[in-house]
Protein backbone atom coordinates (compact mmCIF):
# COMPACT_ATOMS: atom_id res chain seq x y z
CA UNK A 1 0.00 0.00 0.00
CA UNK A 2 2.96 2.24 1.02
CA UNK A 3 4.65 1.21 -1.57
CA UNK A 4 1.59 2.68 -4.67
CA UNK A 5 1.47 5.70 -2.83
CA UNK A 6 4.82 6.57 -3.13
CA UNK A 7 4.75 5.62 -6.80
CA UNK A 8 1.74 7.29 -6.95
CA UNK A 9 3.56 10.39 -6.34
CA UNK A 10 6.26 9.49 -8.29
CA UNK A 11 3.88 9.40 -11.29
CA UNK A 12 2.11 13.19 -9.92
CA UNK A 13 5.32 14.81 -9.83
CA UNK A 14 6.36 14.22 -13.16
CA UNK A 15 3.92 15.04 -14.50
CA UNK A 16 3.92 18.47 -13.23
CA UNK A 17 7.55 18.93 -14.16
CA UNK A 18 6.72 18.13 -17.59
CA UNK A 19 3.83 20.28 -17.29
CA UNK A 20 5.59 23.40 -15.76
CA UNK A 21 8.98 22.34 -17.94
CA UNK A 22 11.06 22.38 -14.48
CA UNK A 23 12.04 25.73 -14.78
CA UNK A 24 14.36 25.16 -17.24
CA UNK A 25 12.44 27.75 -20.24
CA UNK A 26 11.75 26.11 -23.64
CA UNK A 27 11.63 22.20 -23.94
CA UNK A 28 14.74 22.14 -25.93
CA UNK A 29 14.18 21.00 -29.90
CA UNK A 30 10.32 21.41 -30.17
CA UNK A 31 9.25 23.85 -32.95
CA UNK A 32 5.75 23.17 -32.51
CA UNK A 33 4.77 26.45 -31.91
CA UNK A 34 5.40 27.71 -35.08
CA UNK A 35 1.88 28.48 -36.90
CA UNK A 36 0.74 26.93 -40.02
CA UNK A 37 -0.01 30.04 -42.21
CA UNK A 38 2.03 31.15 -44.93
CA UNK A 39 3.34 34.54 -45.64
CA UNK A 40 2.50 37.49 -43.75
CA UNK A 41 -0.91 35.76 -43.59
CA UNK A 42 -2.74 36.88 -40.23
CA UNK A 43 -2.27 34.55 -37.48
CA UNK A 44 -5.67 33.31 -36.39
CA UNK A 45 -3.55 30.87 -33.67
CA UNK A 46 -4.23 31.45 -29.75
CA UNK A 47 -0.87 32.11 -28.06
CA UNK A 48 1.57 28.90 -27.64
CA UNK A 49 0.80 26.99 -24.64
CA UNK A 50 3.13 27.67 -21.97
CA UNK A 51 6.06 26.07 -21.71
CA UNK A 52 8.19 26.15 -18.76
CA UNK A 53 9.42 29.90 -17.24
CA UNK A 54 12.19 30.50 -15.50
CA UNK A 55 13.96 32.49 -12.54
CA UNK A 56 13.07 35.89 -11.85
CA UNK A 57 17.03 36.83 -12.25
CA UNK A 58 18.12 34.90 -15.29
CA UNK A 59 20.53 36.04 -17.87
CA UNK A 60 18.89 37.43 -20.91
CA UNK A 61 21.09 38.46 -24.10
CA UNK A 62 20.42 41.17 -26.25
CA UNK A 63 22.94 40.94 -29.65
CA UNK A 64 22.54 44.06 -31.80
CA UNK A 65 24.44 44.29 -34.99
CA UNK A 66 25.99 47.81 -35.01
CA UNK A 67 25.47 50.81 -33.27
CA UNK A 68 25.38 52.81 -36.68
CA UNK A 69 22.40 54.73 -36.47
CA UNK A 70 20.35 56.31 -33.50
CA UNK A 71 17.87 53.76 -33.31
CA UNK A 72 20.32 50.50 -32.56
CA UNK A 73 21.96 52.85 -29.92
CA UNK A 74 18.15 53.84 -28.61
CA UNK A 75 17.77 49.72 -28.46
CA UNK A 76 21.69 49.57 -26.49
CA UNK A 77 20.16 51.95 -24.35
CA UNK A 78 17.10 50.65 -23.43
CA UNK A 79 16.96 47.15 -23.54
CA UNK A 80 19.81 47.54 -20.38
CA UNK A 81 17.41 49.48 -18.50
CA UNK A 82 14.53 47.71 -18.91
CA UNK A 83 15.51 44.56 -18.43
CA UNK A 84 17.85 45.47 -15.55
CA UNK A 85 14.31 47.28 -14.72
CA UNK A 86 12.52 44.05 -14.59
CA UNK A 87 15.25 42.46 -12.25
CA UNK A 88 17.08 40.31 -14.86
CA UNK A 89 21.09 40.24 -15.35
CA UNK A 90 21.24 41.28 -18.92
CA UNK A 91 23.97 40.94 -21.75
CA UNK A 92 23.58 43.59 -23.96
CA UNK A 93 26.31 43.43 -27.11
CA UNK A 94 26.49 45.01 -30.90
CA UNK A 95 28.70 43.37 -33.27
CA UNK A 96 30.11 46.20 -35.72
CA UNK A 97 28.42 44.87 -38.73
CA UNK A 98 30.88 41.92 -38.86
CA UNK A 99 29.09 38.69 -38.87
CA UNK A 100 31.49 35.82 -37.62
CA UNK A 101 31.94 38.97 -34.20
CA UNK A 102 27.93 38.64 -33.72
CA UNK A 103 27.92 34.55 -33.55
CA UNK A 104 30.80 34.80 -31.15
CA UNK A 105 28.45 37.08 -29.10
CA UNK A 106 26.10 34.77 -29.27
CA UNK A 107 27.69 31.75 -28.56
CA UNK A 108 28.76 33.34 -25.49
CA UNK A 109 25.62 34.14 -24.72
CA UNK A 110 24.50 30.38 -24.82
CA UNK A 111 27.66 29.58 -22.77
CA UNK A 112 26.58 31.90 -20.10
CA UNK A 113 23.51 30.58 -19.78
CA UNK A 114 21.01 32.74 -21.24
CA UNK A 115 17.25 32.02 -21.11
CA UNK A 116 16.12 34.03 -23.94
CA UNK A 117 18.13 35.85 -26.73
CA UNK A 118 16.97 38.70 -28.36
CA UNK A 119 18.93 38.96 -31.89
CA UNK A 120 18.93 41.68 -34.61
CA UNK A 121 20.38 40.19 -37.12
CA UNK A 122 23.41 41.87 -39.09
CA UNK A 123 22.58 39.48 -42.38
CA UNK A 124 19.54 37.68 -41.78
CA UNK A 125 20.32 34.51 -42.97
CA UNK A 126 24.12 34.04 -41.57
CA UNK A 127 23.06 32.80 -38.11
CA UNK A 128 21.16 29.76 -38.70
CA UNK A 129 23.41 27.38 -36.88
CA UNK A 130 24.44 29.39 -33.88
CA UNK A 131 20.81 29.80 -32.93
CA UNK A 132 19.89 26.04 -33.69
CA UNK A 133 22.37 25.78 -31.03
CA UNK A 134 21.20 27.80 -28.47
CA UNK A 135 16.97 26.37 -29.15
CA UNK A 136 18.92 22.76 -28.88
CA UNK A 137 20.15 24.37 -25.18
CA UNK A 138 16.50 25.52 -24.54
CA UNK A 139 16.80 28.63 -25.23
CA UNK A 140 14.15 31.30 -26.49
CA UNK A 141 15.26 33.28 -29.13
CA UNK A 142 13.51 36.32 -30.65
CA UNK A 143 14.31 38.50 -33.66
CA UNK A 144 14.48 41.72 -32.82
CA UNK A 145 13.59 44.69 -35.64
CA UNK A 146 15.07 42.20 -38.43
CA UNK A 147 13.65 38.56 -39.54
CA UNK A 148 15.95 35.95 -38.98
CA UNK A 149 16.02 33.68 -41.80
CA UNK A 150 16.91 30.01 -43.00
CA UNK A 151 16.85 29.28 -39.42
CA UNK A 152 14.36 26.92 -36.92
CA UNK A 153 15.84 28.53 -34.23
CA UNK A 154 13.82 31.04 -33.39
CA UNK A 155 10.42 31.52 -31.29
CA UNK A 156 9.37 35.05 -32.98
CA UNK A 157 9.98 38.08 -34.29
CA UNK A 158 9.23 41.66 -33.10
CA UNK A 159 9.21 44.38 -35.86
CA UNK A 160 7.42 47.24 -37.52
CA UNK A 161 6.20 46.46 -41.09
CA UNK A 162 8.86 46.44 -43.37
CA UNK A 163 6.46 46.14 -46.84
CA UNK A 164 4.47 48.70 -45.14
CA UNK A 165 7.48 51.16 -44.05
CA UNK A 166 8.34 51.37 -47.93
CA UNK A 167 4.88 52.00 -48.98
CA UNK A 168 4.77 55.04 -46.57
CA UNK A 169 8.52 56.31 -47.76
CA UNK A 170 6.83 56.02 -51.95
CA UNK A 171 3.79 57.38 -50.75
CA UNK A 172 5.55 60.17 -48.54
CA UNK A 173 7.42 60.82 -52.16
CA UNK A 174 4.76 61.00 -53.94
CA UNK A 175 3.01 63.64 -51.99
CA UNK A 176 6.80 65.49 -51.87
CA UNK A 177 6.88 65.97 -55.28
CA UNK A 178 3.41 67.57 -55.92
CA UNK A 179 3.50 69.65 -53.12
CA UNK A 180 7.44 71.23 -53.64
CA UNK A 181 7.87 70.71 -57.30
CA UNK A 182 5.18 71.78 -59.65
CA UNK A 183 3.44 69.43 -62.07
CA UNK A 184 5.61 66.34 -63.43
CA UNK A 185 6.97 64.51 -65.05
CA UNK A 186 9.63 64.41 -62.43
CA UNK A 187 12.69 62.85 -62.50
CA UNK A 188 13.96 60.37 -59.43
CA UNK A 189 16.48 58.34 -58.33
CA UNK A 190 16.46 55.52 -56.18
CA UNK A 191 18.26 53.98 -53.06
CA UNK A 192 18.11 50.77 -51.10
CA UNK A 193 19.42 49.72 -47.89
CA UNK A 194 22.05 46.93 -46.97
CA UNK A 195 21.49 43.76 -49.19
CA UNK A 196 22.43 41.77 -45.84
CA UNK A 197 19.34 42.99 -44.08
CA UNK A 198 16.17 41.49 -44.79
CA UNK A 199 14.24 44.81 -44.09
CA UNK A 200 16.13 46.29 -46.69
CA UNK A 201 14.48 44.34 -50.08
CA UNK A 202 11.29 44.42 -47.99
CA UNK A 203 11.37 48.55 -47.52
CA UNK A 204 12.63 48.59 -51.24
CA UNK A 205 9.49 46.30 -52.24
CA UNK A 206 6.81 48.02 -50.41
CA UNK A 207 8.40 51.34 -51.73
CA UNK A 208 7.90 49.96 -55.82
CA UNK A 209 4.34 48.40 -55.20
CA UNK A 210 3.81 52.48 -55.40
CA UNK A 211 6.33 53.86 -57.14
CA UNK A 212 5.95 51.42 -60.31
CA UNK A 213 2.58 52.65 -61.75
CA UNK A 214 4.21 55.77 -61.57
CA UNK A 215 7.27 54.60 -63.58
CA UNK A 216 4.99 53.00 -65.96
CA UNK A 217 2.04 55.85 -66.85
CA UNK A 218 5.52 58.26 -67.21
CA UNK A 219 4.63 60.41 -63.78
CA UNK A 220 7.86 59.22 -62.47
CA UNK A 221 11.19 59.14 -64.65
CA UNK A 222 14.42 57.88 -63.27
CA UNK A 223 16.70 59.18 -65.37
CA UNK A 224 19.66 56.63 -64.66
CA UNK A 225 17.32 53.55 -65.32
CA UNK A 226 18.48 51.97 -61.88
CA UNK A 227 14.83 50.28 -60.70
CA UNK A 228 16.60 46.87 -59.29
CA UNK A 229 17.46 46.22 -56.09
CA UNK A 230 20.85 45.23 -56.13
CA UNK A 231 21.66 48.33 -58.51
CA UNK A 232 20.36 50.63 -55.87
CA UNK A 233 21.25 48.93 -52.60
CA UNK A 234 23.75 50.51 -50.28
CA UNK A 235 26.34 48.04 -48.56
CA UNK A 236 26.22 47.89 -44.98
CA UNK A 237 23.40 50.98 -45.05
CA UNK A 238 26.77 52.85 -45.42
CA UNK A 239 26.01 56.47 -45.77
CA UNK A 240 29.45 57.75 -47.16
CA UNK A 241 28.70 54.52 -50.14
CA UNK A 242 25.22 56.01 -50.51
CA UNK A 243 26.73 60.06 -50.74
CA UNK A 244 29.39 58.13 -53.42
CA UNK A 245 26.89 57.08 -55.13
CA UNK A 246 24.47 60.06 -55.33
CA UNK A 247 27.44 62.12 -56.59
CA UNK A 248 27.90 59.69 -59.49
CA UNK A 249 24.52 59.57 -60.52
CA UNK A 250 24.28 63.33 -60.21
CA UNK A 251 27.76 64.10 -62.59
CA UNK A 252 26.63 60.93 -64.72
CA UNK A 253 22.82 62.09 -65.46
CA UNK A 254 21.95 65.17 -64.33
CA UNK A 255 24.36 67.74 -65.57
CA UNK A 256 22.18 69.21 -67.13
CA UNK A 257 18.65 67.96 -65.38
CA UNK A 258 17.33 68.82 -61.92
CA UNK A 259 16.80 65.48 -59.71
CA UNK A 260 12.92 66.27 -58.28
CA UNK A 261 13.47 63.20 -55.84
CA UNK A 262 14.69 60.97 -54.43
CA UNK A 263 14.14 57.34 -52.27
CA UNK A 264 16.01 56.89 -49.52
CA UNK A 265 15.60 53.97 -47.30
CA UNK A 266 16.62 55.82 -44.05
CA UNK A 267 17.49 58.92 -42.45
CA UNK A 268 21.51 58.90 -42.87
CA UNK A 269 21.28 57.97 -46.32
CA UNK A 270 18.42 60.81 -46.58
CA UNK A 271 21.31 63.14 -45.27
CA UNK A 272 23.81 62.12 -47.45
CA UNK A 273 21.77 62.44 -50.62
CA UNK A 274 20.66 66.07 -49.71
CA UNK A 275 24.08 66.70 -48.90
CA UNK A 276 25.48 65.29 -52.26
CA UNK A 277 22.73 67.21 -54.26
CA UNK A 278 23.48 70.58 -52.26
CA UNK A 279 27.35 69.61 -53.47
CA UNK A 280 26.72 69.84 -56.64
CA UNK A 281 24.34 72.92 -56.74
CA UNK A 282 20.88 71.52 -57.25
CA UNK A 283 18.01 72.81 -55.65
CA UNK A 284 16.96 70.15 -52.75
CA UNK A 285 15.08 66.93 -53.86
CA UNK A 286 12.30 65.89 -52.19
CA UNK A 287 13.64 62.60 -49.85
CA UNK A 288 12.07 60.47 -47.63
CA UNK A 289 13.84 58.78 -44.52
CA UNK A 290 13.02 56.26 -41.86
CA UNK A 291 13.76 56.57 -38.34
CA UNK A 292 13.37 59.86 -36.84
CA UNK A 293 16.88 60.65 -36.54
CA UNK A 294 17.48 63.91 -34.70
CA UNK A 295 19.41 65.23 -36.78
CA UNK A 296 16.88 64.32 -39.54
CA UNK A 297 14.08 65.50 -37.55
CA UNK A 298 15.63 69.02 -37.76
CA UNK A 299 16.10 68.83 -41.24
CA UNK A 300 12.35 68.40 -41.93
CA UNK A 301 11.52 70.82 -39.48
CA UNK A 302 13.27 73.32 -41.30
CA UNK A 303 12.41 71.89 -44.76
CA UNK A 304 15.62 70.35 -45.61
CA UNK A 305 14.10 66.75 -45.94
CA UNK A 306 11.24 66.30 -46.58
CA UNK A 307 10.29 63.39 -45.05
CA UNK A 308 10.87 60.18 -42.42
CA UNK A 309 9.16 57.46 -40.90
CA UNK A 310 8.99 56.88 -37.10
CA UNK A 311 9.35 53.25 -35.97
CA UNK A 312 10.06 54.67 -31.86
CA UNK A 313 13.12 52.07 -30.49
CA UNK A 314 10.78 52.30 -26.97
CA UNK A 315 7.69 50.54 -28.34
CA UNK A 316 9.54 47.88 -29.85
CA UNK A 317 11.65 47.33 -26.92
CA UNK A 318 9.11 47.52 -24.83
CA UNK A 319 7.19 44.66 -27.12
CA UNK A 320 10.14 42.60 -26.62
CA UNK A 321 10.27 42.71 -22.64
CA UNK A 322 6.86 41.95 -22.66
CA UNK A 323 7.41 38.57 -24.80
CA UNK A 324 10.41 37.98 -22.02
CA UNK A 325 8.23 38.64 -19.06
CA UNK A 326 6.13 36.27 -20.20
CA UNK A 327 8.30 33.47 -21.15
CA UNK A 328 9.90 34.15 -17.50
CA UNK A 329 6.33 33.70 -16.30
CA UNK A 330 5.54 30.59 -17.80
CA UNK A 331 3.07 31.99 -20.10
CA UNK A 332 5.38 31.17 -23.48
CA UNK A 333 4.97 33.26 -26.34
CA UNK A 334 1.46 35.56 -26.42
CA UNK A 335 -0.55 35.04 -29.90
CA UNK A 336 0.96 37.19 -32.97
CA UNK A 337 -0.37 39.29 -35.99
CA UNK A 338 0.59 37.61 -38.39
CA UNK A 339 2.65 34.97 -39.57
CA UNK A 340 5.91 34.78 -42.14
CA UNK A 341 8.06 31.90 -43.10
CA UNK A 342 11.84 32.63 -43.32
CA UNK A 343 12.42 29.45 -45.75
CA UNK A 344 12.76 27.16 -43.11
CA UNK A 345 9.58 27.96 -40.91
CA UNK A 346 6.79 30.36 -40.06
CA UNK A 347 7.57 32.52 -37.78
CA UNK A 348 4.99 34.12 -35.92
CA UNK A 349 5.72 38.13 -35.48
CA UNK A 350 4.14 40.65 -33.59
CA UNK A 351 3.88 43.90 -36.45
CA UNK A 352 3.87 47.34 -35.18
CA UNK A 353 2.44 50.35 -37.48
CA UNK A 354 5.11 52.84 -38.41
CA UNK A 355 3.85 56.14 -38.86
CA UNK A 356 4.93 58.41 -41.75
CA UNK A 357 6.66 62.36 -40.37
CA UNK A 358 6.51 65.50 -42.52
CA UNK A 359 6.46 69.09 -41.57
CA UNK A 360 2.81 69.15 -40.97
CA UNK A 361 1.85 66.32 -38.57
CA UNK A 362 5.77 66.54 -36.84
CA UNK A 363 3.96 68.03 -33.40
CA UNK A 364 1.62 65.56 -33.35
CA UNK A 365 3.41 62.47 -33.97
CA UNK A 366 6.00 63.50 -31.41
CA UNK A 367 3.47 64.36 -29.24
CA UNK A 368 4.36 61.69 -26.70
CA UNK A 369 8.26 62.00 -27.60
CA UNK A 370 9.68 64.98 -25.45
CA UNK A 371 13.26 64.95 -26.79
CA UNK A 372 11.85 65.33 -30.67
CA UNK A 373 9.35 67.50 -29.63
CA UNK A 374 12.36 70.02 -27.70
CA UNK A 375 13.67 69.84 -31.89
CA UNK A 376 10.58 71.29 -33.52
CA UNK A 377 11.61 75.13 -33.06
C1 LIG B 1 16.39 49.28 -39.40
C2 LIG B 1 16.49 50.76 -39.60
C3 LIG B 1 17.95 51.19 -39.66
C4 LIG B 1 18.75 50.31 -40.60
C5 LIG B 1 20.24 50.60 -40.55
C6 LIG B 1 17.18 48.58 -40.45
O1 LIG B 1 17.07 47.19 -40.30
O2 LIG B 1 15.02 48.88 -39.47
O3 LIG B 1 15.84 51.40 -38.53
O4 LIG B 1 18.06 52.50 -40.11
O5 LIG B 1 18.54 48.96 -40.28
O6 LIG B 1 20.76 50.46 -39.28
Known sequence: MKKRLSMLLA??????LALTGCGNGRDAGTTSDAPETNSTAPVQSQAAEPTGGFEAGATIGVSLPWLGTQNWKEADEMFKTQLEAAGFNVIVQAADNKVPQQQQQIEAMIQNGAKVIVVGPIDGSQLGAVLEEAKAAGIYVIGYDRLLENTTGVDGVVQFGSIKT???????????LKEKKGDGPYNIELFGGGPADPNAPNFFTGAMSVLQPKIDDGTLVVVSGQTDFTQCATIDWDNSKAQARMDSLLSGFYSDKEVHGVLSPNDGIARAIITASEQAGQEIPVVSGLDAENESVEWVWSGRQ??????????LVGKTVEIIKSLQAGNGMPAADVSVNNGKIDVPVYELPPVVVTKDNAKEAFANDPGRLELLK
Open 11 to 16: AALMLS
Open 166 to 176: GELQAQALLDG
Open 306 to 315: YSTVAKPTDV
